[in-house]
């Protein structure tokens, strides 16, 4: 299955309003969501990932962005994305990351890389006749095995309106136990470059960022790039999570944003960097507790001809999510 076939179907299972499944977006709504998943840069070479899972499940909450700006007069930025982190307490990303290598070593983590992944995300649900929105963020489960089969299953998050949203700066994301889509993909259909689970030094690390696409000699936004690829497929082991960190403070363009309170409530550390595209700027955020990378957000640089202004949360997407959470 191709991916944007895979990608027409989850954005269809997520739409319980019902647009018919053999219905395809218009050129319109295909051109905004291609400018929002890749910024106003377009990449030059081919992807080495089938299917971009982050980018497929991001689609879903897209989806809600792209009909929003739809009927938005002249495409101007609307009021409700989320309100960006505080952080504090700056210090140094050496810092954050000797930290975060301290606790790695200190707390319990799977015993092996995991074709598994719990994760959380912002979106839009929008309501096109009466022109009205609320801000849904989902929660997902994702299982895969060896054959490349798979099952997907998103759901709902508690709604809120986003005139509220600037008030709800933490711990946006919680479920309401709806379902909203049951992906299920046969033996094949999951697109993936790493089928094996991969080894537990620092070399196989950069040989699975490599796979997914990373450069030689990466920057940093690169590096943030292929590692949300990878941490959305794999869940990882303490020891393989530590050898991320040390690719990323080894690659040009961090700067340490300090601690702060992510949006399931999770101490965690943040260190921004330019997107790999330079359409904005990126923040992987580390928990605090265990040292483990749990989050990344997206916020728009902003522009003329941009959607969103400077400084608005475009996406976030969040990791290590518990069961409870979800369900």
Known sequence: ???????????????????????KPDAAALMMRDRIMSGKVRQKHARAVGLRWATAVAGVAVAGVVAFALFSPQGQAMAGTP???????????EQIMDDAHVALTETEGPEAPERFVRAASWGYAIDMTAQESEVVPQL???????????????????????????????AEVSSSGEIVSDLIMEPGQFGTPVVDPPGSSAEDMVAMLTAFGMPNDPTAGEVSRYLSDAVEQWTLTNEQQGHLLDVLAAAEGTTALGATTDRLGRPVAGISMPSANGAATEVILISLETG?????????????DDMLPAGAIIAYRLWDVTEEMVR
């Open 1 to 23: 299955m191709s991916e944007s076939t895979l990608l027409d179907r989850i954005l269809t299972d997520a739409d319980p309003a019902g647009t018919p499944r053999d219905a």
């Open 83 to 93: 309100q960006p982190l505080t952080f504090a307490d700056s210090g140094s990303v």
């Open 140 to 170: 997902s489960i994702l299982r895969w095995e060896a054959d490349l089969s798979g099952r997907m299953t998103i759901f709902a998050g508690q709604p809120y309106d986003p005139d509220d949203a600037v008030a709800n700066t933490q």
């Open 292 to 304: 483990r990378i749990v989050g990344m957000e997206t916020t728009s640089l902003g522009g003329e």
